[in-house]
């Protein structure tokens, strides 16, 4: 099967300026090509791990991957698929954040010079003369079809500021500056990065006079449509201090049904008809397709180790309902406590366990909260009044169970 038969019959490409070229160039040359990463926090997340798998697709084809980083399409930010401003950074953290990105980068696909090219924005984007960007490039570019787009309507009731108006000139620029200084012949992204990708094909064109190719991928999403990627605490980060490897392996392990078999066939390396074979799976062997999905991302991302702790720890929580030491661990401060106790309501707010005091108690009162005092037994937790003392967490290995899905493990 060829890479572009892979693609396709995987679901993972979602529209391309020129079909009939790409796949020829995909099959019959080695094609170099780039995906643009906005450093806009100290951590990549899970849609951005989908990126850096079409990275380690296309790399074992022989494809020559530039990894970009935004440090200068950072200092604006991208309008697309935002309802307000993004926060504006400092050129320090911008940096500090793309090298972050390198480092995990580094954890997934091969960045080492023979394999890829690490090229960062701001190294032209800064240097740019105003007057000359108006002049050279901005002179390519109808207000007419800008506004048009998708990424810029939905912005007009709002206000779209001037600053985010820059932003598709900026990344088309970018385009450009990478097909004459490496060659690039072909942009890939997410999905609703496809207005910005073909106005930087249209403009490498239009300047270059060079056939030049743009192609989106699609969003990690549920069936529902809903974007992938978010829990109670926040993103699903790759970053092993912001989201452990258990959480991390724990959010794949808890995907919808509806939904497992789409995030193997876009996010895994498990041969395509073995996962076509899972479609026809029901019930209890939608578990072990989970189980699947959660072991092969949290190797690709933390390593294999790091993997068989995740799995043994959930086996050991899900079968034997016991304690283990790989599951996460919540520490609590001193002024956590009221008297030497915390409420449980006030615990799972702590924990992050719940959003909030209300959701809480809810919780407890459908009996949807169990807690194991250091016996090895879970018991539910019925009243709302419940506390729990320093000596006991301090004595014991406390264990907070949510429903049949949250297992955390708490200390002093």
């Not at 950074?89 to 023979?114: K, T």
């Not at 919540?330 to 005091?357: H, M, N, W, Y």
Request: charged share 25%.
């Amino acid at each position: 099967m060829t890479l572009f038969e892979d693609l396709k019959r995987r679901g993972l490409i979602a529209q391309m300026t020129h079909p009939e070229e790409i796949e020829n160039a995909l099959e019959k040359g080695k094609v170099t090509f780039y995906i643009g990463f906005d450093a806009t926090a100290d951590s990549l997340h899970v849609g951005h791990f989908l990126q850096l798998m079409i990275i380690k697709r296309m790399q074992e084809h022989g494809h020559m991957p530039i990894l970009l980083l935004g440090t200068g399409t950072t200092m604006v930010g991208d309008p697309s698929g935002r309802t307000d401003m993004r926060q504006m950074l400092s050129v320090e953290d911008i940096n500090y954040n793309a090298d972050r990105f390198l480092e995990q980068m580094g954890r997934v696909v091969d960045i080492s010079p023979e394999k890829a090219i690490i090229a960062r924005n701001g190294d032209w984007l800064m240097k740019l003369n105003y007057v000359e960007l108006l002049r050279d490039v901005g002179v390519h570019f109808s207000v007419n079809k800008m506004l048009s787009y998708e990424c810029f309507k939905s912005r007009m009731e709002k206000g779209l500021s001037f600053i985010e108006f820059n932003y598709m000139i900026m990344q088309s620029y970018d385009f450009l500056e990478l097909n004459r200084r490496y060659g690039c012949t072909m942009q890939l992204g997410g999905n609703d990065q496809w207005s910005n990708i073909i106005s930087g094909v249209d403009l490498v064109r239009r300047v270059e006079g060079k056939d030049v190719y743009g192609m989106t991928f699609t969003l990690l999403a549920t069936k529902e449509g809903v974007k992938m990627g978010k829990t109670q605490k926040g993103a699903v980060w790759l970053d092993p201090q912001k989201t452990t490897p258990y959480e991390f392996f724990q959010y794949w392990r808890n995907v919808g049904d509806d939904d497992v078999i789409n995030c193997l066939k876009l996010l895994t390396f498990v041969p395509i008809g073995e996962i076509e074979g899972m479609e026809k799976w029901e019930g209890s062997q939608l578990n072990r397709a989970k189980e699947i999905l959660a072991f092969e991302l949290t190797k690709c991302v933390h390593g294999e180790d790091e993997a068989n702790k995740a799995l043994a720890a959930a086996k050991t929580l899900f079968i034997s309902g016991g304690a283990d030491e790989n599951m996460p661990t919540t520490t609590l401060a001193d002024e956590d406590f009221q008297e030497g106790a915390i409420g449980i309501i006030d615990l799972l707010v702590k924990t992050r366990l719940c959003p909030s005091k209300g959701e809480a108690r809810r919780l407890i009162q459908q009996n949807g909260v169990s807690l194991d005092r250091g016996t090895g037994v879970f018991a539910v937790v019925s009243d709302i009044g419940d506390t729990i003392t320093k000596t006991e967490i301090a004595d014991s290995a406390v264990i907070l169970k949510k429903g049949k899905k949250a297992f955390l493990k708490v200390s002093v």
